[in-house]
């Protein structure tokens, strides 16, 4: 049965993608990171607060060796959509030598990525990649190889599964999208 819209405040938002949806396209993920990072111990840099819950839920998929550190980026709200370069805060792990995976909620502009790649490389990781939830396709501003997308969709504005508008709707085990 199709789940009825939920309203954030001045906005009404209906289902997009289904709770079994995203977590099947995270085991597919999941599966393709062990694959590929086998021997390697992989670092999962998961940027808060977005990302928490895919970054849980494909950490329990892993099934190789791997380690989770959090870090946020320093937001100038008014800046977000100027590409002004934000910094990383509370990164206390050394990732010299490490391969790194950035565990993204969800690629847009792709400025965010743009932004966090040199500094991640100037911090001496021996390897980047970027595992995503979600991308948007027609939003992207940047030549970005986003290797492990769990979904592409649409330029729409999503909740749910971590996502937030105005810091509400995290809660909501499937996305939702703006109506
Ligand atoms: P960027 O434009 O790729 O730099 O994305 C910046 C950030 O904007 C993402 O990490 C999300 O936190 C947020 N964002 C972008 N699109 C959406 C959306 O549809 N819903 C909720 N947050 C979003
Ligand atoms: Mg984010």
Not at 40 to 68: H, R, T, W, Y
Not at 150 to 162: E, H, L, P, R, T
């Amino acid at each position: 049965m199709q789940k009825p819209p939920v309203t954030i405040q001045d906005k009404q938002f209906s289902i997009y993608i289904p709770e079994r949806k995203i977590l099947h396209s995270v085991e597919i993920v999941a599966a393709r990171l062990s694959h590929d990072y086998k021997g390697k111990q992989p670092l999962f840099l998961s940027v808060l607060n977005g990302s928490f819950m895919f970054a849980s839920d494909l950490m329990k998929e892993m099934s190789i060796e791997c380690e989770i550190a959090f870090m946020r980026l320093s937001s100038y709200a008014d800046m977000e959509s100027t590409g002004q370069v934000k910094e990383i805060m509370g990164l206390k792990e050394d990732i010299r030598g490490r391969h790194v995976v950035v565990v993204e909620d969800i690629v847009d502009t792709g400025h965010t990525i743009a932004g966090l790649i040199p500094q991640l490389q100037e911090k001496g990781a021996a390897s980047i990649e970027v595992a995503t939830l979600l991308i948007k396709p027609e939003s992207l501003q940047h030549e970005l190889n986003i290797k492990y997308p769990a979904m592409s969709i649409a330029n729409d504005f999503v909740v749910g599964y971590g996502l937030d508008y105005n810091g509400l709707g995290r809660n909501l085990r499937d996305i939702y999208k703006v109506m």
